[in-house]
């Protein structure tokens, strides 16, 4: 079982430790009057003004010397197109031969330098998982750390980043 040390509270924890956010960037610019007028938010999906089209996915970084990577949950806009073969596929069970599609970063992740719009691919996985989001691999940290994995430290400062609010 993965354990780590938290920098905050000096506490161990055990299990990898995950965080999402519950809609895409976008949607948070629209007052919280007009949301319901305007947005169609579902558990993998939403629709914006009929126009802006966003879908749910996973970034997984590996964590050295751990079997599961850690996993930020995010959103995706797709182009109205791209949107449109994945909610056609969404409930099929075998689905992964479908794509990649490619996106734009819907999420801000505080402990990175900017993080909206980074490019991405979107990977449809089988049997009902979360598609996979591949960044393209740029020197932003957050796409090195995809690409190369992080050290249980680094899983221990995320953590009291969002659990304890330490900067």
């Known amino acids: 079982m993965?354990?780590?040390?938290?920098?905050?509270c000096n506490e161990w924890h055990e299990g990898m430790p995950?965080?999402?956010?519950?809609?895409?960037l976008y949607l948070y610019a629209i007052s919280?009057?007009?949301?319901a007028q305007r947005s169609v938010l579902q558990s993998d999906t939403c629709v914006v003004d009929d126009k802006l089209f966003f879908v749910r996915?996973?970034?997984?970084?590996?964590?050295?010397?751990?079997?599961?990577?850690?996993?930020?949950?995010?959103?995706?806009?797709l182009s109205a197109r791209s949107f449109e073969d994945f909610v056609a596929c969404l409930d099929a069970p075998k689905r992964a031969h479908i794509g990649p599609f490619f996106g734009w970063l819907s999420a801000e992740l505080p402990v990175y330098p900017s993080t909206e719009n980074l490019k991405t691919r979107v990977h449809l996985r089988d049997d009902g998982i979360r598609p996979y989001i591949e960044l393209e691999p740029t020197d932003?940290?957050?796409a090195i750390e995809q690409r190369n994995g992080i050290t249980a430290d680094r899983v221990a400062e995320i953590y009291a980043h969002y659990e304890h609010g330490q900067q």
Request: aromatic share 14%.
């Open 57 to 77: 996915g996973c970034i997984e970084i590996p964590v050295h010397g751990a079997n599961e990577p850690f996993v930020w949950g995010v959103w995706v806009s």
């Open 32 to 35: 919280e009057e007009e949301r």
């Open 140 to 142: 932003h940290p957050l």
């Open 2 to 8: 993965f354990r780590f040390k938290c920098t905050c």
């Open 18 to 24: 995950t965080f999402a956010a519950d809609a895409p």
